[in-house]
């Protein structure tokens, strides 16, 4: 079945191997069958300290990331949630039929709250109802994401319920939809998540050069030996994705057998990650601003059609012209 999907990033640094796993290299596969919006979330990551100096750099180098990942904007729509008002419209609709108390339960903003305590802004509360706007807003029916964003779809089928109750039937409730990676673990504290706020030596960033991703491999944590240490079995799942099949058996025989021997296992994955992502780094060498603009410029006129006309019908539905 022809699925309608989105899925957004928030153009905030950098694209570690986690998100790659988690949500993009699944993005370049879906937009082969499905219908596919795929767009750069800056409005929601104004929500968080930031440069406002950096932010269209940050912009561009997240749609670049697309373009060099595979996304090709002649199969899929790719633009800016902020060139595009009327995500914050409809947010502003879905905010009268949302419950506080929903909101008061989201883990993100508890964890980013607690980072950000001189920051604890109403944008960061009210996040995940500018996520439903955007993913209702396509009529969305499936949200490729990693299991972080779970809790955020889930409150999107309910808003979705809360205002096809009250207003008539308008929205379907959207799926998640997960890679077979949809946590990657941190290479310096292994039973965290891989994730740019823990650090730079925490993630490898699809876009580092081969002599950078061999250094903080030989940095990661492990155990003595046996693979069984959560930061052993990362190293193993990456092994299985990264490089051939019969490298990564011999790997897991070997620590079967309780003599895995991590400089071979590190040395090895740094090698067949930095190959997996030189086809990746050349093309985003040669993609310019001029292009990026452009394609950004057209996918907004496109998602613009189906957006006008989700907000006409809703303005409709709730009594306001
Ligand atoms: P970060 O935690 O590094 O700031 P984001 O929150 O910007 O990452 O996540 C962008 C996308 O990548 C989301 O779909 C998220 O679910 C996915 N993702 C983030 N970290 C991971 C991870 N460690 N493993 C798998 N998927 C991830
Ligand atoms: N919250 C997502 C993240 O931090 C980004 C996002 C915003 C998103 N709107 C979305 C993801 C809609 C999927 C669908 O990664």
Not at 5 to 12: A, D, F, R, V
Not at 13 to 24: A, D, E, F, P, Q
Not at 151 to 162: D, G, K, S
Not at 254 to 266: P, T, V
Request: hydrophobic share 35%; glycine share 4%; proline share 3%.
């Amino acid at each position: 079945m022809k699925e309608i999907i989105l899925s957004g990033i928030q153009p905030s640094g950098k694209l570690h191997i986690g998100n790659y796993l988690g949500s993009l290299r699944n993005f370049v596969e879906l937009q082969k069958q499905h219908e596919c919006y795929f767009f750069i979330a800056d409005y929601h990551s104004i929500s968080e300290d930031y440069d406002p100096k950096q932010k269209q750099a940050q912009v561009i180098e997240l749609t670049r990331d697309y373009l060099a990942a595979g996304l090709d904007p002649k199969k899929c729509t790719i633009f800016a949630q902020s060139h595009l008002s009327q995500h914050t419209e409809l947010a502003w609709i879905f905010n009268c039929v949302t419950p506080i108390s929903y909101l008061e339960r989201m883990t993100q903003y508890k964890d980013k709250a607690s980072r950000q305590k001189h920051n604890i802004n109403m944008g960061l509360f009210d996040y995940p109802v500018l996520q439903a706007a955007d993913i209702l807003m396509y009529k969305a029916t499936a949200v490729p994401v990693g299991i972080d964003q779970d809790q955020h779809v889930e409150l999107t089928r309910q808003i979705a319920r809360f205002f096809n109750k009250r207003f008539g039937n308008t929205f379907t409730e959207p799926k998640t939809l997960h890679t077979d990676t949809p946590k990657v673990m941190s290479l310096l504290e292994p039973e965290k998540k891989m994730s740019k706020s823990l650090g730079d030596n925490h993630c490898i960033y699809i876009d580092d050069e081969p002599e950078a991703i061999k250094s903080k491999l030989a940095k990661a944590v492990t155990d003595t030996g046996d693979g069984k240490g959560v930061g052993a079995q990362n190293l193993l799942d990456l092994i299985k994705i990264f490089s051939d099949k019969k490298i990564h058996d011999k790997f897991v025989n070997d620590s079967n057998a309780g003599n895995l021997k991590y400089s071979e296992l590190k040395a090895q994955l740094a090698t067949d990650i930095a190959e997996y992502f030189a086809d990746f780094r050349k093309k985003k060498k040669e993609i310019s601003n001029n292009d990026v603009k452009k394609i950004l410029s057209d996918g907004a006129t496109k998602a613009s059609k189906v957006a006008t006309q989700t907000l006409d019908e809703v303005r409709k539905k709730i009594g306001i012209r």
